[in-house]
Structures are given as C-alpha cells and as structure tokens.
C-alpha cells in the first residue's frame, strides 16, 4: 500500500518505460505522504482500444491511479498526483503524429477496511 495502477494504450508498450517509471515512484514518491519504498506496489495494464471525445482517433493516453490509504492532507494528496504525474510525462513518448494524454488521480481507500495478508 499504496497501490499504483497503470492503464496505457497499447501504441505506447514500446515507448512507455513502466518498469523506469514505477522505480522511480516508488523512489520519490513515498515522502509526500510519510509512506516507505516498500511499501508501493505498481501494476500496468495494456489498453488494447479507447476511444476519446467525438471520434477523436489519434490520442494514445496513460491512466495512473494511485490507492492510499485515507488520513492524509488533501496538500499531501496533490503533492503525490503532482509528482507521479511528474514522473510518467519523463518516462513516456508520444507517436509521431499523435497527441499523448497523460493523467493521475490519487483517491483514498478507508483505512478501516482495508485489509492485507502477506507471506
């Protein structure tokens, strides 16, 4: 916990550096809101079709959703989707002739329901 989420269109497997990208949060990000390295845990998920607006075609995008416990500032909640999103913009590239859409929402699990069970 927390838990990172990454969608991304399938244009972008080549150009998308996840693994860079979830080191590097895992690295920075756990200050922002008094959280330890080790305790990120990231998983990415290809999308294979999307579609945007009014028949906008040529948006390739990255969804980054970031699950945290609850408790925090809203202050340390930007803080983290600021820079997560900070992180993502460096470790992706848009296709030639395409537009790149890249966004971050951090929302908050209940800390009373939430349960784990690690070995």
Known sequence: M???TVEYSERLADTFDRKGFAREVHEVAPPSINASTE???TRFR????SYFGAAEDDID???????????RTPK??????????EIARKHVTGLAGRRLH???ETR??????Y???KE
């Open 46 to 49: 290809r999308i294979e079709e």
């Open 76 to 85: 340390a909640i930007e803080e983290l989707s600021e820079t997560v999103l």
């Open 39 to 41: 305790a990120f845990k």
């Open 61 to 71: 995008a990255v969804f980054v959703q970031v699950a945290i416990l609850s408790g």
């Open 2 to 4: 927390p838990f990172v």
């Open 108 to 113: 908050e699990m209940e800390r009373d329901f």
């Open 102 to 104: 890249v966004m971050v």
């Open 115 to 117: 349960r784990a069970h």
